[in-house]
């Protein structure tokens, strides 16, 4: 016996659908690809900023530390605008080792007759620019004092 004819149907759909199916795959594979490339690169720029904010602040605190030990003497202030400063460089160890420039500037006292005469200091670190910072001096561990006065002999 001879089987029956079924007619053909349509031919080709099956491709179209599976090309449909992989096109439609890939656009969804394409946009999470993108949001994860998003999330990794926000992710790696505030590591970044974390890595390089924690190095000035370790070069603040070693600053800090600085104005415990005294005052930088009168003799190496230089003038810049309205305030004496005192600038000098660091090596702060983070991940990597990073030099930053401290700047010591000598605050105006807003109460010149009070005694004893108050010291106010601001601190600024910014990172080391060997073109701008040429003639800075090199790391301290402390300020020297001031060599007391010899007193007055009558």
């Not at 999470?32 to 690169?41: H, S, V, Y």
């Not at 005469?117 to 600024?124: A, E, H, K, Q, V």
Request: hydrophobic share 40%.
């Amino acid at each position: 016996m001879r089987r029956p004819s079924v007619p053909l149907r349509r031919p080709g759909i099956a491709l179209t659908a599976v090309l449909a199916q992989l096109t439609l795959l890939f656009m969804v594979w394409s946009l999470a690809n993108r949001q994860c490339t998003t999330t990794i690169g926000m992710e790696e720029a505030l590591r970044r900023r974390t890595d390089q904010q924690a190095g000035k602040r370790s070069a603040l605190a070693v600053g800090l530390g600085l104005l415990e030990t005294g005052i930088p003497a009168e003799e190496k202030l230089d003038e810049f605008g309205a305030y004496s400063c005192f600038v000098v460089f660091l090596d702060v160890s983070s991940e990597t080792l990073v030099r930053y420039t401290l700047i010591f500037q000598h605050l105006p006292d807003p109460e010149p007759e009070s005694e004893p005469p108050s010291s106010r200091w601001s601190l600024t670190a910014v990172p080391y620019d060997p073109v701008a910072h040429l003639d800075v001096e090199g790391p301290i561990t402390t300020f020297e004092p001031s060599p007391p006065e010899p007193p007055e002999s009558p």
